[in-house]
Nanobody
């Protein structure tokens, strides 16, 4: 069982930046970030292949968010720039057990989850 621990959340004003980190206790396949706003379902934000050979994003964050990973540290990052109030949510890190290539976006497609970190963007 792989454990995921997120860090880096906080409160910023609109237009500001935050960098989230997620440390995994072991090797994983595709990793991703999801977010869940109050009263809404958990939704995909960004994903990255095991070798960082591909990345993919939800449309509303393209050009503002960047996902990356450092396999030597078993860590994935989410750099968030030009933040908007609608980005406010709890952000979750997720990982797949399988090492096969999979640009998947569903909650059910991921095997491991972190505890979440709050991101609050004020206008």
């Amino acid at each position: 069982q792989v454990q995921l621990v997120e860090s880096g959340g906080g409160s910023v004003q609109a237009g500001g930046s935050l960098r989230l980190s997620c440390a995994a206790s072991g090797r994983t396949g595709t990793m991703a970030w999801f977010r869940q706003a109050p009263g809404k379902e958990r939704a995909f934000v960004a994903g990255i292949g095991r070798s960082a050979d591909y990345t993919y994003y939800e449309d509303s964050v393209k050009g503002r968010f960047t996902i990356s990973r450092d396999n030597a540290k078993n860590t994935v990052y989410l750099q968030m720039n030009s933040l908007k109030p609608e980005d406010t949510a709890v952000y979750y890190c997720a990982a797949r057990r399988s090492f096969t290539i999979a640009q998947v976006r569903g909650v059910q497609d991921y095997d491991y989850w972190g505890q979440g970190t709050q991101v609050t963007v004020s206008s």
